[in-house]
């Protein structure tokens, strides 16, 4: 009975990158609001520089700007951190004939993602590599009416080789095809 239900965790926010950015832009953003703040009440809030020195009009503004900017950014990867966003996972079983696909959104009535498909509506697992500045490598599953529903997370690329032996593994468990998109 195990071996006839596969379960794929996917990872979603709470992955190092996100945790750096939030808080360097945390750290940044505060920094150029209080050099901001200084400029305008001619009094020193940071420690290790002196930005009483700066014109208000335009330097001040422009740092109040930029930290109001990173700090709402940092805010908002903050709670993507704290609701998961994009966490889940991939069900496959063979005893119910189900593909499930389970992913956290932002809170609300449709909080909960679940998508759920036949064995029977499935052509294949597809695989699409593209190189470049930006590269994907993606795993898809392929159904019969042509649409194309991404397994992979997003994260850096994996390699082709972790992608295509993923991808092997998944068609000869479900015994299907395997298609280079």
């Not at 009440?41 to 009483?52: S, Y």
């Amino acid at each position: 009975m195990k071996t006839e239900i596969r379960q794929d965790k996917i990872v979603g926010s709470r992955r190092f990158s996100n945790y750096f950015w939030a808080f360097f832009l945390c750290i940044g953003g505060l920094s150029f609001l209080l050099a901001g703040m200084s400029s305008y009440f001619k009094i020193n809030l940071l420690p290790f520089a002196n930005p009483t020195e700066l014109v208000f009009i335009p330097q001040g503004l422009v740092m109040i700007f930029y930290g109001t900017l990173s700090l709402s950014l940092s805010f908002y990867i903050f709670i993507t951190l704290l609701w998961d966003i994009g966490s889940g996972y991939n069900e496959y079983n063979k005893v119910e004939n189900l593909v499930k696909i389970v992913r956290k959104g932002f809170p609300g009535k449709n909080r909960e993602i679940l998508l759920t498909y036949p064995l029977t509506n499935i052509r294949a697992i597809g695989i699409k590599i593209s190189e470049g500045l930006n590269p994907k490598r993606s795993i898809y599953l392929c159904l019969k009416d042509n649409r194309q529903i991404p397994l992979t997370p997003v994260q850096q690329p994996d390699t082709i080789s972790n992608l295509e032996e993923e991808a092997a593994d998944l068609a000869k468990f479900l015994n299907l095809n395997l298609e280079n998109l």
